[in-house]
């Protein structure tokens, strides 16, 4: 039989991706996560005004807050359910590889708002939003949890990702992800260094840099994945 | 690199996420070698020869001119 003449059935192409499902379920965790800082900033620029009740004003404020949360979460709740009803085939491979994922998004999300809620609890009258976001100080327990974490869980986990959850081609998405974001880091880390000492642009942030690293790095695994 | 995974799926009337689960691969993956946007591994182009029982060289198709190896 010529290969040419074979008949096509494209019911893959009907069906949907879950490519779009995680992504939704990544972005609404980061949502969430921004929510938090959000409130972590309204709360510090409140300090700085006097403190005490909140108005009115901020009563809708945080209702506003709590809706956004509420709702971030609804998508992240439908979109995991329907990655669970979806009768694709799995391989154990990508049952594993979802899993992680999963846990890895709604882990970091709950770690993202209690450390932003900690934010909001503690902030001083003179913190700046951002700063406070990103390098408030946090309980010594729940520093030595969080160093634990990302620094003795963290590797066990990417181990298990990278050789029994991942299939060839997302390391390859993997990789092109890493090259990306280390030549933006290579380059843009030392930009900023560079106009921060002629006094043009605020001094360089580690953590922002790191996420923005970080984000680089699953913009990229994720378009090579699914695109 | 052009290939006629496609075409020999087709024929075993499977769906990308069954040809994964013959491959170990997910239907991503399987869908990006389709479309040439990913060219598989030796090891993995060999095991989907081995599953439709053909030459590689049947299967995919390097797009090679038929020049000499020299370039001329």
């Known amino acids: 039989m010529n290969l040419t003449e074979a008949p096509m059935t494209d019911s893959d192409d009907i069906a949907q991706s879950n490519g779009r499902r995680i992504m939704w ?3 609404s965790t980061l949502g969430i996560v921004m929510v938090g800082g959000a409130i972590a900033g309204y709360m510090a620029e409140h300090n700085a005004q006097g403190g005490g009740p909140l108005g009115t004003a901020g009563i809708v404020t945080f209702s506003v807050f ?3 949360i509420a709702g971030l979460g609804y998508v992240i709740w439908t979109n995991s359910r329907k990655l669970k ?8 491979r990508e049952k594993l590889n979802r899993n992680i994922l999963l ?4 882990g970091g999300g709950i770690v993202g708002l209690t450390i932003s809620l900690n934010s909001t609890l503690t902030a001083s009258s003179d913190a700046d939003a951002i700063d406070l976001f990103l390098n408030s100080s946090i309980p010594p327990l729940a520093a030595l949890l969080l160093a634990f974490f990302w620094g003795v869980i963290m590797p066990v986990i990417s181990w298990v990702w990278h050789k029994r959850a991942i299939d060839e081609q997302e390391a390859s998405a993997y990789r092109d992800g890493a090259f990306y974001a280390g030549y933006a880091y290579l380059m843009g880390a030392p930009s900023w260094w560079f106009l921060w000492r002629g006094g043009l642009v605020p001094e360089p942030n580690g953590v922002a840099i790191f996420i923005l690293f970080a984000i680089i790095w699953a913009a990229v695994w ?6 | 690199m052009k290939n006629q995974l496609k075409i020999l799926r087709a024929m075993r009337d499977w769906s990308q996420a069954e040809l994964g689960q013959h491959l170990d691969v997910s239907r991503q993956a399987v869908n990006a070698i ?3 946007k990913y060219d598989p591994s030796l090891p993995l182009a060999f095991k989907i020869a081995r599953l439709f029982g053909r030459p590689i060289e049947e299967i995919f198709d390097d797009e090679f001119d038929g020049g000499t190896d020299d370039g001329q």
Do not use: F
């Open chain 1, 85 to 92: 009803a979806n009768s694709e085939p799995l391989t154990k």
């Open chain 1, 66 to 68: 709590a809706a956004l």
């Open chain 2, 34 to 36: 389709e479309t040439g």
């Open chain 1, 103 to 106: 846990g890895c998004g709604i």
């Open chain 1, 222 to 227: 994720y378009w090579k994945k699914y695109h």
């Open chain 1, 25 to 27: 379920i990544i972005i």
